[in-house]
């Protein structure tokens, strides 16, 4: 089976990596720089904690192709299973934790409860005043830089043609199945991938399937490099926006963070998404209660990315419901990064099966048309 793939970043490089795997004829177009879109600006979190519980199968699958990932791709893409720890301060978020572990638990997601005492033990420094933490063992963060990239080389070395940098023209329906325009010529296909992103929904569009989607940028920051001793991504459970920051230490010791501030509006043209000065030091001030020791560090860079948020806050994956042979996965809604390779994996299984044995179905572009 031949197929167009459009978008490269974690979606489209990691589908048609798989594809390639399961014997497609891929072309991989995008149009900018491989996974310079939204995937490069993610903060990294490979974290299950408080999904959506039927996206958990996707999830796990997920972080199975995780843990192989240096295997499949033949280089390190940094994933590091480190643990994802979020603090607790008040009792409503200790029971709010204490309901999803219990719900999550049937779906395959087992969190640890920690006491104060073993919160200090185990990660000295970190949570003063927290009254307990979730603890996640197996989940932990990986590069945004690398992933796309090593799997648009490893799609490359399974015959993946991928053309990058080039402007994209008409897309069309044709008898034999799709017709793309691009600067190295027309690309045919039986099959077309819409993996591209925050512009997904313009390409639905064009198939007459239309979505809600808005598109953001959420905000990240990171610090001058501290002595390397936070292991675990670090998050709170808390109904307040404004306390909800996450963190994490790379190994040569910045820290990287975002959350508690609202996401910025992007438009798709160009779609770069602008940075807020407010919201740094508003982002730190939530920062040192989780870790005292970041009062007096300075943040060296801020970034934003280009991301598509559905208005139920879960991304479209599945065939079209309008086209046969167009298939669609985009509209991550800030947390595509821990999925990718699982949305590349249950896509090739998909498109050349016509099955996927993780469910999907809660995903289907048309569950916004009643
Ligand atoms: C700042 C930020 C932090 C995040 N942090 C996390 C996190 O910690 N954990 C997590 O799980 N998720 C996180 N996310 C979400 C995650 O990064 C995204 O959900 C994921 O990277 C989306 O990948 P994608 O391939 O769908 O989109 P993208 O990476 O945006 O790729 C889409 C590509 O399609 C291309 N394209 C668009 N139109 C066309 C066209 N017509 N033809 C060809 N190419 C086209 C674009 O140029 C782009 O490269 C974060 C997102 C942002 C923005």
Redesign the pocket.
């Known amino acids: 089976m031949d197929v167009i793939v459009?978008?490269?970043?974690?979606?489209?490089?990691a589908s048609a990596f798989f594809l390639a795997r399961r014997g497609a004829r891929v072309t991989l177009?995008?149009?900018?720089?491989?996974?310079?879109?939204?995937?490069?600006?993610?903060?990294?979190?490979?974290?299950r904690t408080g999904r959506y519980l039927p996206q958990l199968p996707l999830a796990h699958r997920a972080r199975a192709l995780w843990g192989q990932a240096a295997d499949l791709l033949g280089r390190d893409v940094e994933f590091r299973a480190t643990g994802h720890i979020r603090l607790i301060y008040d009792d409503k978020a200790l029971s709010d934790m204490r309901a999803f572990a219990d719900a999550a638990r049937p779906w395959g997601l087992n969190l640890d409860e920690l006491e104060p005492a073993e919160i200090q033990r185990r990660f000295p420094g970190l949570g003063p005043g927290a009254i307990a933490a979730s603890f996640s063992p197996e989940d932990g963060s990986g590069n945004?830089r690398l992933i796309?990239p090593a799997f648009a080389e490893a799609a490359q070395k399974l015959g993946v043609r991928v053309i990058a940098q080039t402007s994209?023209g008409t897309?069309s329906r044709t008898s034999g199945g799709f017709s793309v325009e691009a600067d190295a010529g027309l690309i045919e296909a039986e099959a077309l991938l819409n993996?591209?992103?925050?512009?997904?929904g313009?390409?639905a569009a064009q198939f007459d399937e239309p979505v809600p989607i808005e598109v953001l940028?959420?905000?990240?920051g990171v610090t001058e490099p501290l002595p390397h001793r936070i292991l675990p991504v670090v998050g709170v459970w808390s109904s307040a926006a404004k306390d909800n920051v996450y963190f994490r230490q790379v190994e040569r010791g910045n820290i990287v963070f975002?959350g508690g501030a609202p996401h910025v509006p992007v438009a798709l043209d160009p779609?770069y998404?602008q940075t807020d000065p407010v919201t740094t030091p508003i982002q730190m001030r939530a920062l040192i209660r989780l870790l005292p020791a970041l009062r007096d560090v300075a943040v060296i860079r801020t970034?934003?990315?280009?991301?598509g948020y559905l208005q139920d806050m879960l991304p479209v994956m599945g065939a079209s419901a309008t086209t046969p042979g167009l298939f669609h996965?985009?509209?991550?809604?800030?947390?595509?990064?821990?999925?990718?390779p699982g949305v590349g994996d249950a896509m090739a299984e998909l498109i050349i099966t016509g099955r996927c044995e993780t469910p999907l179905e809660g995903f289907r572009i048309n569950r916004f048309a009643a």
């Open positions: 459009l978008g490269g970043g974690l979606m489209g490089t177009i995008e149009r900018r720089g491989i996974g310079t879109g939204a995937t490069v600006a993610s903060f990294g979190n490979i974290r945004p796309a994209v897309i993996c591209a992103g925050a512009w997904g313009r390409i940028g959420p905000q990240m975002g779609g998404a970034w934003s990315g280009c991301e996965a985009f509209g991550f809604c800030g947390h595509g990064f821990q999925l990718g």
